[in-house]
């Protein structure tokens, strides 16, 4: 828990959180028990879009920490539970291996040994996202080995993998601290996106560094995780934004948009926080300000809210034009992009993967 002092604040955080409540059920399909991948407004209609296996565990992740501090279950969750239980054997991604575990540490320890019939030790081998070493499906599974680990001390095997996912994650960070996206081998495109990474590329791993220190006490994730949280905030925008690419080999901002919400009100949160409590190191003004750019403190003094359907606007964004020449432009001739847009733009569409992250990082404070 970490207390508000600005009460206007603390309001506006209760708020975002029963709106996230009310927004799940309309994303959810009764019929695939899985939530939808986005929602999108249709005229004044929001319309259902795919289903998604990711959106749906990180959306549970969130729900089940409502549960315990103290919220109704907007949805059943029981259903889609078991579906996942069933196909588990199935997924095709580290990732999604790492948020199953995730999950299902949040129900105690019966639920780490009896809910996952796959080889842990083996894992790292299997999937393709841990082959090519993606920065956000690794810290998603040594996050799920280490919150297995807390809730379950001592399962054989755990140690090792998560041992060995903590390395291949600190293998992607440069000194300037800030994370790759991806290994950096292979062709001369895949060095330039491995070396092009995304706000979730450092924030996921902070996270899960965090919670591997406090499950194993390996003193070395604590440091390398801070030396990540410091950089970004360090490169926070002026009005509070979680910027969406980096250049981790020159520790700059090359793409600023999209600014995304989930950012701004889930995942930095999240991984902050958790930080915080290892480390003792104050970020709540970074994320106190990240906060208020939802709230409408940001490029367009607009509440990024939508009480009237339950959800919040996915981002504000550039054209597609601008982002691309942007980047270009800072990628290869170091040119910085401005600090402010000049004509920005709501993407009015909310993912159900966002209200999740938003639960889970913000549940603690009702």
């Known amino acids: 828990m970490f207390p508000v002092n ?13 709106l996230a409540i009310g927004g799940l059920p309309q994303m959810y399909h009764d019929d695939h028990q899985m939530f939808c991948y986005r929602t999108e407004l249709k ?22 920490k409502a549960e315990l501090a103290g919220f109704r279950s907007p949805v059943e969750v029981g259903p889609a539970l078991n579906m996942l239980a069933a196909s588990v054997t199935d997924f095709d991604s580290i990732g999604d291996i790492g948020l199953y575990l995730w999950l299902r540490s949040m129900d105690g320890p019966e639920n780490v040994y ?21 920065t956000m499906e690794l810290s998603w599974f040594l996050a799920g080995l280490s919150e297995a680990e807390l809730s379950c001390p001592g399962i054989p095997g755990y140690s090792d993998a998560a041992t060995k996912a903590f390395c291949l994650i600190k293998t992607n960070q440069e000194s300037s601290g800030l994370f790759r996206h991806s290994s950096p081998a292979g062709s001369l495109s895949g060095r330039v996106r491995s070396r092009i990474a995304s706000f979730a590329d450092q924030i ?5 560094f965090s919670r591997f220190y406090e499950a194993y006490a390996v003193e070395s994730a604590r440091a390398h995780a801070l030396t990540c949280a410091q950089k970004i905030c360090e490169l926070q925008g002026p009005l509070g934004q979680w910027w969406w690419h980096y250049d981790v080999v ?30 003792k190191v104050d970020f709540a003004p970074a994320i106190y300000k990240g906060l208020n750019w939802i709230f409408g403190q940001n490029e367009l003094n607009l509440d990024l809210r939508d009480a009237k359907r339950s959800v919040v606007w996915r981002n504000i964004h550039q054209s597609p034009y601008k ?32 209200l999740g992250w938003l639960l889970f990082a913000l549940a603690d404070y009702c």
């Open 114 to 134: 009896s809910n996952l019939r796959i080889d842990i030790g083996s894992a790292l081998n299997r999937y393709p996202d841990a082959q090519q070493k993606r």
């Open 250 to 279: 020159e520790g700059a901002v090359i793409g600023r948009y999209p600014v995304y919400s989930v950012h701004q009100d889930g995942m930095a949160p999240m991984g902050l926080f958790a930080l915080s409590r290892i480390s």
């Open 6 to 18: 600005n009460r206007v604040l603390g309001a506006e955080i209760k708020k975002l959180l029963h």
């Open 323 to 354: 982002r691309y020449l942007e980047e270009a432009a800072s990628f290869l001739l170091g040119l910085r992009p401005r600090l402010v847009e000049n004509s920005p733009q709501v993407l009015y569409e909310c993912h159900p993967y966002h």
């Open 43 to 64: 005229g004044d209609v929001l319309v259902k879009r795919g289903i998604s296996r990711t959106n749906t565990l990180i959306t549970l992740i969130g729900i089940r």
């Open 204 to 208: 996921y791993p902070i996270y899960a």
